[in-house]
């Protein structure tokens, strides 16, 4: 059964940065080489790889990562796989795979200047974009059989740093001021407008027509019509954003940051109308991010950072030495919200006194189905998200336990 991880958070705190106290919390790496990608298959088992050929893999969820033999030397700039033991690096030196989860790597293409970024639909088929060469300023490069042949498809003016796939047919690359578009997987490509020359660093889709693309200056685009229109959303920030991942139209992330905001990370429930900042409690800049559900999710960056969340990164947060707010005066347990929800909710409870906290989810036949919270907590108000995608449409209940206190209500799932 999966664990939330919810802490007590002063807003203060929050600013200043300390692990303890927010809703993401550093793994070791046991490098300090920059990580440029995170990739995940599940819930255990994922990679990350970086600068001098830097490859890590876990498959404890990232308690402990452990060193990979490196396909080269140079940075490694993107990392996917389609399995537990196939999948492919990029970066400088060329394209790599391994059939074995990283035990061992073959070089599948070598080129000088690189690639940015490897996406696969399927064992077979996938993509890579990257810098070309002198003469090619920008490339596309494809396979059809699992990279034992790869085929160049286009090249442009422009530098493509980021590519994503929905269908074998349909999918987009992103650069300086540039959206690329095919729908006959990639013979052909079409520009979209943008709207913007700033530099465009990450693109992800998560269907034929809704996604978004990040880049320099705070921009953020989301489409919802396959990319014939994009439209400018608010990320509240004026810094780099190098990467952005959703498992929904609604719920999605985006990392970076620069100088003084290193370690920046928001969140959105509502499909990027509103961004809410969470604190990451690292003053690293972060190049990458994965989610597996709605809770669990990883980003990695500078100095060979690894940051991990289990509520999906949501702190809530008493807030008494800035407005002197009291602290709650005795337990509550609030009804959850969306409700009726699909596939996540937030359930948000309060305690008055230091206790050993529970909040669980059952069935209507009183089978425990969800462990969200069993710690001790502070006296404050916090936040769970309970993701139902593993759970059918229904009524189910969630329960509260404090010493011999217990508060319960409903909830309504609804695929």
């Keep these: ?3 939330a991880h919810v802490v007590l958070s002063v807003l203060f705190v929050l600013q200043t940065s300390v692990f303890a106290q927010s809703g993401w919390f550093p793994q070791p790496s046991g ?8 990739h995940f298959v599940n819930a255990n088992t994922g990679w990350a790889v970086g600068s001098y050929g830097t490859v890590l893999k876990t498959t404890n969820g990232g308690t402990t990562w452990e060193a990979q033999p490196p396909p080269s030397t140079g940075i490694l700039r993107s990392v996917y796989f389609t399995g ?3 999948g492919w690096a990029v970066g400088v030196g060329g394209i790599f795979k391994t059939t074995n989860g990283g035990a061992s790597w ?12 490897v996406r696969f639909v399927n064992a077979h088929t996938g993509w890579t974009v990257g810098p070309g060469s002198e003469f090619l300023p920008g490339v596309v490069v494809k396979t059809t059989n699992g990279g034992t042949t790869w085929s160049w498809q286009a090249t442009w003016e422009g530098v493509p740093v980021s590519v994503w796939f929905v269908t074998v047919s349909t999918g987009w690359a992103v650069g300086w001021g540039m959206i690329l578009e095919t729908t006959d997987g990639g013979a052909t490509w079409s520009s979209q407008p943008s709207g913007t020359m700033n530099r465009l660093g990450s693109v992800c889709f998560v269907d034929a027509n809704t996604g978004w693309a990040v880049g320099q200056s705070g921009t953020i685009l989301k489409t919802t019509d396959g990319g014939a229109s994009w439209v400018g959303q608010s990320a509240g920030t004026s810094y780099l954003l190098t990467s952005v991942f959703f498992i929904d139209t609604d719920t999605g992330w985006v990392v970076g940051g620069e100088y003084s905001v290193a370690g920046l990370i928001l969140k959105t429930t509502d499909g990027g109308a509103s961004w809410s900042p969470q604190p990451g409690g690292t003053l ?8 597996v559900n709605a809770s669990t999710g990883w980003a990695v960056g500078q100095s060979g950072t690894i940051l991990k969340t289990t509520s999906g990164g949501l702190v809530w947060a008493d807030e008494p030495q800035l407005n002197n707010d009291p602290l709650p005066e005795r337990l509550q347990l609030h009804q959850n919200y969306p409700n009726p929800f699909n596939p996540s909710t937030e359930i948000r409870f309060e305690t008055p006194s230091s206790s050993h906290i529970s909040l669980r989810v059952f069935d209507l036949l009183g089978r425990e189905i969800e462990n969200l919270v069993d710690e001790e907590l502070m006296p404050g108000r916090y936040q769970a998200t309970f993701d139902g995608a593993r759970f059918s449409s229904g009524v189910y209940i969630y329960r509260l336990e404090a010493g011999r206190f217990a508060l319960t209500r409903k909830l309504v799932l609804h695929k």
Aim: with cysteine; proline share 0%.
């Design 84 to 86: 537990v033991d196939t």
């Design 106 to 117: 073959i070089t599948q293409a070598v080129s000088d200047n690189g690639f940015y970024s």
């Design 284 to 291: 690293n800049q972060l190049e990458s991010v994965c989610f």
């Design 1 to 3: 059964m999966r664990h």
């Design 31 to 38: 490098t300090i080489n920059w990580l440029n990608s995170v």
